[in-house]
């Protein structure tokens, strides 16, 4: 059975991942999969460098996830839509008892 080296990485090269993960548009994974890590440890390092408590890299990223950004556009996509048929069925029911009782 071969058993598998563990990969060391130096603290700089770390430090650059994380900073080109802050400042692309790009997924985590896909900026992971591009500097050839697992996702997961580009996440941890993320978490450590930007610890509010002692942020050794400012971020400079958004607050929340993008797997939390799609559940709340999609929840807020929903209550709009939600909102948009409220508004046409009174603009109907304002149309049809202006109409009928004149």
């Known amino acids: 059975m071969k058993v598998k080296a563990r990969?060391?990485?130096s603290a700089e090269f770390k430090r650059r991942a994380v900073e080109e993960s802050i400042r692309s548009p790009e997924t985590v994974r896909a900026i992971a999969d591009k500097l050839g890590l697992h996702e997961r440890?580009?996440?941890?390092?993320?978490?450590?460098?930007?610890r509010p408590q002692k942020p050794t890299?400012?971020?400079?990223?958004?607050?929340?996830?993008?797997s939390e950004l799609e559940r709340e556009n999609r929840q807020l996509r929903k209550a709009l839509e939600r909102e948009k048929t409220r508004n046409d069925i009174l603009k109907k029911a304002t149309e049809y008892f202006d109409n009928h009782h004149k």
């Open 7 to 9: 990969r060391q990485y």
């Open 41 to 50: 440890n580009l996440e941890r390092w993320r978490s450590q460098m930007t």
């Open 57 to 66: 890299i400012k971020n400079s990223g958004p607050d929340k996830s993008l």
